[in-house]
């Protein structure tokens, strides 16, 4: 962990129903006029449309179109070399990929980035790394985060549901991830940024006050997310946000013949990793009950098999961050857990 002697947190934050067709104005107040526009693949045509009417409106161009179909490293160098040199910002407008290469493109660029999410699947849109591959292998590269959040809270509403349970899941894994630093500054003496760990276990209370999906949950589920990443910011870590729930999920995206959604193996993870640290497993399961989230990973159920190569891999993704997974084998805890739970009851099969 480094600490900062700068930070850069966003100067804009819209979080509200419209925010999408606001999105000229914005842009017209802070002076950027000749922008770059980096959309999904596949992004609904509405709002691509929706996107460019607002820009013209607030008398912005987008020079540049590209489509994020290929979310590496070598993408983005190619983007960056054929820029213009009048470019002013670059907007990211999507899911996940697009703002992965938007955030990394700005941040070499050294021009002010916009986020503008259509889903909160994720703590992405608003993180200090941009995850690419480079030469195939998936890694996380330090980005600046967004000069600007959008979240249009009608659009994110609309997205599928899958999407909604896997950014409630990637929240609540905040419970683990803060616990398992505090596990590391007692094993390891491995500073613990008391602000940043605030702040991110302040975001999971904060939301479960009321986390029903609906215009007001959304926003509260987005501005969550956001100051997460702002909390990683803060510290120069991720470790207020990515503890061992998040290393079973990343092993399981090399074990899984077919990986779910980041919110969906993650928010499993921190309920079974809750229980490893003897912490926080009401909260979280709670959290889960109040959304429907069991129902989302009952509908397409994970293999058990592959959680349990994945438990037994998970420490080995990261050596040096220690989390209770470090704290002895927990393959028969793991495996107990899935056959006898009642609350994964139906979450795994095979
Ligand atoms: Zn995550």
Same mark, same amino acid.
Not at 201 to 221: C, I, K, M, W, Y
Not at 265 to 270: E, I, N, P, R
Not at 333 to 350: K, S
């Given at each position: 962990m480094t600490p900062r002697n700068q930070i850069g947190i966003p100067t804009v934050v819209r979080v509200k129903p419209g925010a999408l067709d606001r999105l000229g104005v914005y842009l017209r107040r802070q002076g950027h006029r000749r922008v770059v526009l980096v959309m999904s693949e596949g992004l609904v045509p509405d709002l691509a449309e929706r996107a460019e009417r607002s820009l013209a409106r607030g008398g912005a161009e987008a020079v540049e179109r590209f489509e994020a179909s290929d979310p590496s490293f070598e993408a983005v160098a190619a983007l960056l070399a054929g820029l213009g040199g009048d470019r002013q910002a670059v907007i990211g407008l999507g899911g996940g990929k697009a703002l992965d290469v938007a955030k990394y493109l700005a941040s070499l660029?050294?021009?002010?980035?916009?986020?503008?999410?259509?889903?909160?699947?994720?703590?992405?849109?608003?993180?200090? !790394?941009?995850?690419?591959?480079?030469?195939?292998?998936?890694?996380?590269?330090?980005?600046?985060?967004?000069?600007?959040?959008?979240?249009d809270t009608e659009v994110a509403l609309g997205a599928p549901e899958s999407l909604?349970?896997?950014?409630?899941?990637?929240?609540?894994?905040?419970?683990?991830?803060?616990f398992d630093w505090k596990l590391a500054f007692h094993a390891r003496g491995e500073p613990v940024n008391d602000f940043?760990?605030?702040?991110?276990?302040?975001?999971?209370? !904060?939301?479960?006050?009321?986390?029903?999906?609906?215009?007001?949950?959304?926003?509260?589920?987005a501005l969550a997310l956001m100051l997460n990443g702002i909390a990683m910011e803060v510290c120069g870590s991720s470790r207020p946000a990515s503890g061992s729930e998040h290393l079973i999920s990343h092993a399981l995206d090399a074990v899984s013949a077919r990986p779910r959604l980041?919110?969906?193996?993650?928010?499993?993870?921190?309920?079974?990793?809750?229980?490893?640290?003897g912490q926080g497993t009401e909260l979280i399961a709670g959290a889960f009950d109040r959304t429907g989230f069991w129902d989302g990973v009952r509908a397409d159920p994970f293999s058990?098999?592959?959680?349990?190569?994945?438990?037994?891999?998970?420490?080995?993704?990261?050596?040096?961050?220690?989390?209770?997974?470090s704290t002895?084998?927990?393959?028969?805890?793991?495996?107990?857990?899935?056959?006898?739970?009642?609350?994964?009851?139906?979450?795994?099969?095979?």
């Open positions: 660029a050294k021009l002010p980035y916009y986020a503008v999410p259509t889903s909160l699947s994720n703590d992405g849109f608003c993180s200090p !790394q941009s995850s690419l591959t480079l030469a195939g292998r998936r890694r996380s590269f330090a980005a600046a985060l967004p000069f600007a959040v959008v979240v909604w349970w896997s950014g409630v899941g990637d929240l609540v894994a905040k419970v683990t991830a803060v940043a760990a605030l702040l991110s276990d302040a975001t999971v209370h !904060q939301f479960l006050s009321h986390p029903e999906r609906n215009p007001d949950g959304v926003r509260r589920l980041h919110g969906l193996q993650v928010g499993v993870a921190s309920y079974i990793c809750s229980r490893l640290q058990r098999r592959e959680w349990l190569d994945a438990a037994r891999e998970a420490p080995r993704i990261k050596p040096d961050r220690y989390t209770v997974l002895r084998d927990v393959v028969p805890e793991v495996t107990r857990m899935i056959e006898e739970d009642p609350r994964l009851h139906g979450c795994f099969a095979g």
